[in-house]
């Protein structure tokens, strides 16, 4: 029996991860993380835990070392920036994420916040709210550009929404369209015809950034891609371009982002996600006009939560038999404390 930490949000005592995880052979130990988590909380809860299914664990190399009994790492999602995953390799801890898990769900919100910024919705209700009765212009997404920053699966399941809206994609990746893994519900040939590359143009950052009407989010957080919005890139956009981000936080540099939308030099922003979470009371975004801001819920759909909660506590307990499907270690290191051949123990 393994005793398994559990701290996505979502995911209750007696549910249905709970009840599946129990079925294994396993024991649970729920810790919702609601907002933040310091260091020594998240070591005390890891100790004698021996695998995790986890939010936004800040999972340092600190806190992975004071947790000798761990062996394997689930987030519970796509995004796995919040966990070393180098410093789990040589711990000998499997780590792994849930690729696509919620691309619709991201993809639909994305495609929410554009309709959202493009109309001025959320300003108007809270007009309306407040007893005005505003009669603001918007503009309409047909004939306009759509430019998309990564090409993952929650960006490839844009494609089709915007294509439908009349709008012409273009993207930017560091990967070959020929080598683009189809998505959830994408044909076995990405670049095929009728796949969502075959839609789309790709062009260098500068030209899309430039082009677009929307620029919306989708890469991951890396050392490159830290800032990568900053105020060089914002000035290259149109002065009436929107900037949507449902991916990382820290992509977009706050600071050149509430200038440039305070400045004219483009005309809002909507972002899903923040460098911190919960945004701060004195953060740089608030108070801005044009720039909305939502609390990380483009990937939380009660569709997508389940899906992900089902696939997590499945990945796990495969894992914790030395058998993961998503595993995003080196596949060069071999010192796990699960053998992936499926025998037990340490192996260092």
């Not at 004698?48 to 800040?58: H, R």
């Not at 062009?203 to 900053?230: C, F, G, Q, Y």
């Amino acid at each position: 029996m393994s005793l398994i930490l559990i701290t996505t949000d979502y995911l209750q005592p007696g549910d249905p991860v709970d009840v599946y995880l129990k079925e294994h052979g396993h024991e649970t130990v729920h810790a919702p993380l609601r907002g933040r988590r310091d260091r020594d909380e998240l070591v005390r809860l890891l100790d004698g835990v021996e695998g995790a299914l986890i939010a936004n664990e800040p999972m340092t190399a600190d806190v992975l070392a004071a947790a000798p009994a761990l062996k394997a790492v689930v987030r519970s999602g796509v995004g796995y920036d919040s966990v070393d995953v180098a410093a789990a390799s040589e711990l000998g801890i499997l780590v792994s994420n849930l690729p696509g898990i919620n691309a619709n769900a991201v993809a639909e919100f994305t495609m929410g916040a554009v309709l959202a910024a493009s109309r001025r919705l959320v300003e108007l209700a809270a007009g309306v709210a407040g007893g005005g009765w505003p009669r603001t212009d918007g503009h309409e997404l047909r004939g306009s550009t759509l430019g998309l920053i990564g090409f993952g699966a929650a960006a490839r399941a844009v494609v089709p929404l915007a294509r439908a809206f009349g709008m012409t994609v273009l993207c930017r990746t560091a990967i070959a369209p020929a080598a683009i893994p189809p998505g959830p519900g994408s044909p076995a040939v990405a670049s095929g015809p009728g796949s969502p590359a075959a839609d789309v143009e790709f062009v260098d950052l500068d030209t899309l950034l430039s082009r677009s009407d929307v620029v919306s989010v989708h890469t991951a957080l890396t050392p490159a891609t830290r800032h990568l919005i900053d105020a060089r890139a914002l000035s290259l956009m149109k002065p009436t371009a929107l900037l949507v981000n449902t991916a990382r936080g820290a992509i977009v540099d706050e600071n050149a982002l509430a200038a440039a939308v305070r400045d004219g030099v483009i005309a809002g922003a909507a972002l899903d996600v923040c460098e911190v979470e919960p945004l701060p009371a004195g953060s740089v975004l608030r108070g801005v006009e044009g720039i909305t801001v939502y609390s990380h819920m483009a990937g939380q759909t009660v569709e997508a939560r389940e899906a992900a909660g089902r696939e997590g506590a499945i990945e796990l307990v495969n894992a914790l038999a030395g058998r993961p499907a998503h595993r995003v270690n080196d596949p060069s290191v071999h010192r796990f404390r699960v053998r992936l051949d499926g025998s037990a123990g340490r192996t260092h």
